[in-house]
């Protein structure tokens, strides 16, 4: 069964460096997200992305965030200079629209640290 | 008042017995409703996709109630493995798709 990967599975990194998380979504997906969840709490939306374009993005998005799909298979995302409140499990999704109400699929997650 | 609200639990269901638990959602414009599953520290995993109609998947069992803004669930037969948070999640279905969770219903199936 197809399913999203994510690199790697946990992350430590200082406060101010920055990371790039990497996500395999399915395949045959053309719309692809961010979310995260900090420890204890729900989770959130970050952002949405299609035709290699963000199409909607989060209040938690802000300038040291971004994402790419560099080429046919992975999508990333970057936080360029982490902050301690950004350690949390970032989760990639990715659906299909022919798949019902274009239902998401998460991979793993990547458990970031920032110390 | 929060988007997507539920009952934090935890539900503590015998093995064999029926649990049921609701999710309520603030936003009319919602389109599509969803359950999923999360285990400690691990992914959400879609359970089920919810319909207007209800729907069932086996022991599962979905209802939307649009009028009243509530989606439930229910699970016949518990078992063992069914103990793990159960996610509301809605869809406005605007460009970005965006989920909105809810923060979880803990199930924990007991012997």
């Known amino acids: 069964e197809p399913e999203v990967t994510q690199t790697p599975s946990h992350q430590v990194t200082q406060m101010g460096q920055e990371v790039i998380l990497r996500c395999v979504p399915i395949s045959n997906h053309l719309y692809f997200y961010w979310y995260r969840q900090i420890l204890g709490q729900k989770v959130e939306f970050l952002v949405s992305?299609?035709?290699?374009?963000?199409?909607?993005k989060s209040e938690i998005f802000d300038d040291q965030f971004s994402v790419e799909r560099p080429d046919g298979s992975n999508f990333t995302l970057k936080i360029r200079s982490t902050k301690l409140e950004d350690s949390a499990m970032y989760f990639c999704?990715?659906?299909?629209?022919?798949?019902?109400?274009?239902?998401?699929?998460f991979g793993p997650g990547t458990r970031l640290t920032v110390t | 008042r929060k988007e997507v609200e539920q009952d934090p639990g935890p539900f503590n269901v015998p093995e064999g017995a029926t649990v049921a638990f609701n999710c309520t959602y603030s936003n009319s414009a919602s389109q599509s409703f969803f359950w999923y599953r999360q285990d400690c520290r691990k992914e959400p995993k879609l359970l089920m996709s919810?319909?207007?109609s209800g729907n069932e998947d086996g022991r599962f069992t979905a209802q939307l109630n649009r009028a009243s803004q509530y989606i439930s669930l229910l699970i016949r037969d518990s078992k063992l493995s069914d103990s793990a948070t159960y996610l509301c999640v809605v869809n406005k279905k605007a460009a970005g798709n965006k989920l909105t969770f809810g923060g979880g219903t803990r199930v924990l199936v007991k012997p």
């Open positions: 999704a990715s659906s299909d629209r022919t798949a019902g109400d274009y239902e998401q699929y």
């Open positions: 992305f299609y035709n290699n374009e963000i199409s909607e």
């Open positions: 919810v319909y207007s």
